[in-house]
T-cell receptor, first 113, second 114 residues
């Protein structure tokens, strides 16, 4: 059974720092891995999606990598800003179909001005 | 822009009421999902649907039902609301073969049952 773990659960950094959020999964047979951002009391906003055949995706200051063999994905945020403060979740979709996508519990990020 | 719209941001209902949560998507997605999100428990799948009139139970279907009469609309029904159903409810949609595009979520409905 797929398990997705995100460590740390919470992170506080000063503005301008580069940071890495971690996501690990137990079953490497994934279709894709998706990173989301969630602001308090809001829904999830998709940030990046990495297909199983890809190793990384980039969008602006965000870079997500995928290493299926080690069961890991990282979300790199460059030059963090207070507006980046949110909870970041990763989700792994198995080959058996998107119905059993497993979400991590998230990392709560606070960027101090 | 892909849009998944949940009809209410906040709802307060009384115990025993029948509650309808509505979700509409405009991207012709085959799959639609209902999750609930609770502190410490993360996202838990209640029901999903991969086609009109088709539905499948997720991990926590008890106390809920769903309806999908049209492709763009997926409704979650709480037959008799209870206080333990107080939660954030999130609707999502995706293409059937969603490897390239992933999930799109609505903005959520915060339901309080008193």
């Amino acid at each position: 059974k797929q398990e997705v773990t995100q460590i740390p659960a919470a992170l506080s950094v000063p503005e301008g720092e580069n940071l890495v959020l971690n996501c690990s999964f137990t079953d490497s047979a994934i279709y894709n891995l998706q990173w989301f951002r969630q602001d308090p009391g809001k829904g999830l906003t998709s940030l990046l999606l990495i297909q199983s055949s890809q190793r990384e995706q980039t969008s602006g200051r965000l870079n997500a990598s995928l290493d299926k063999s080690s069961g890991r994905s990282t979300l790199y945020i460059a030059a963090s800003q207070p507006g980046d403060s949110a909870t970041y979740l990763c989700a792994a979709s198995p080959y058996t179909g998107g119905f059993k996508t497993i979400f991590g519990a998230g990392t709560r990020l606070f960027v101090k001005a | 822009d892909v849009k998944v719209t949940q009809s209410s941001r906040y709802l307060v209902k009384r115990t025993g009421e029948k509650v309808f949560l509505e979700c509409v998507q405009d991207m012709d997605h085959e799959n639609m999902f209902w999750y609930r999100q609770d502190p410490g428990l993360g996202l838990r799948l209640i029901y999903f649907s991969y086609d009109v009139k088709m539905k499948e139970k997720g991990d926590i279907p008890e106390g809920y039902s769903v309806s999908r009469e049209k492709k763009e609309r997926f409704s979650l029904i709480l037959e008799s609301a209870s206080t333990n159903q107080t939660s954030m409810y999130l609707c999502a949609s995706s293409f059937l073969l969603q490897a390239n595009y992933g999930y799109t979520f609505g903005s959520g409905t915060r339901l309080t049952v008193v």
